[in-house]
Structure formats: structure tokens, C-alpha cells
């Protein structure tokens, strides 16, 4: 379980027009027990642009571009397997009632890019055990992530990453 938080959230049609720009600025998830008060990720800003032609007819949503501006990442795994990502709620849904259910209808999204700007990621799993930080992390992707199989072209860069295993 955790809490979510957001300075400010935006939708333009205009900054990418003709597609819609939805914005969210200072934003974060913070962790519930055993990781309370650790924030799992927070960043400066999220911004997603859709070609609003697609997103009126909804056949296929098509997102231009996805952007995560300055996220910031802290990952853990105690000893005893518990992760600080694990947060989704118990499912409540009885499966007969998940039988029952008459909507069959599938969600088409299309990315066309993405971008990580400026990440800082920790990541610390005492169960091997290890500690990875990332420092400058700046990663991008591109392809036609509607298609069974494609080409995905991606460049990655970072300032540091410092691992530390048992100590060493």
C-alpha cells in the first residue's frame, strides 16, 4: 500500500497541437509499512502526448511520446522478500464474479517514444545481498510498440553507477 501525491496536474491542447499534452508535476509514491515513509519514486514532471484524433475515436490510442523529467527511485528488498514495489491492493474480485464479467473490451495503446531525463535510482535487495545507485541516468526509446515484433531503438547514458555486493 501507499499514498500518492501531485503538485499539479494539466491537460493542454495547444503546447503540442494538433495532439493533447497531459502533465503532472511533483509527483511521488510513498510507502506504507514495512517501507513507511520511503518515497519509491517521485519526479519533477510526467508528460504524455496522444494524438487526440485517436483518443475521440478509440479504436487505438496512439501516444507520441511519454516523458519522466528528474525521477527519483529508491527500490528495496528485505531479507524476508518483502519489496517496496509491491504496493498494488489485494484483489477482492471473486472469481466467479471475474466469470460473470461481459466486458471483453481490449485497450490498443501505441507508443511511438519515450524519454527518461536525469534519473537518480537506488536500488538495495538484501536478500543477495546488493546495492546499486544510479547517478545522471538519461535513457530514450523509440519504435512501433503496437506491432508483435519490432525493432526498438534506445540510447542510454549515466553519470555513475556504483554497485556494492556483500560488502564489497
Known sequence: HAE????DIGLSFFKNFPNACISLKEFGVVNKAPFEGDT???????????????VISGDQIKLKRL???????????????????????????TTDAASDSTSDIALKIGLESYSIEDAYIVYKDATMPVSVEVTG????????????NFDLRTHTESEQVTVTFDGI
Open 4 to 7: 500518492v501525491f501531485f503538485e
Open 40 to 54: 519509491l519514486v517521485s519526479a519533477r514532471a510526467f508528460e504524455l502526448v496522444a494524438d487526440i484524433m485517436s
Open 67 to 93: 516523458n519522466l523529467l528528474q525521477p527519483r527511485m529508491l527500490v528495496q528488498v528485505l531479507a524476508d522478500g518483502r519489496a517496496s514495489y509491491d504496493i498494488a491492493l489485494p484483489d477482492t474480485v
Open 137 to 148: 541516468f538519461n535513457h530514450e526509446g523509440s519504435g512501433d510498440f503496437t506491432e508483435s
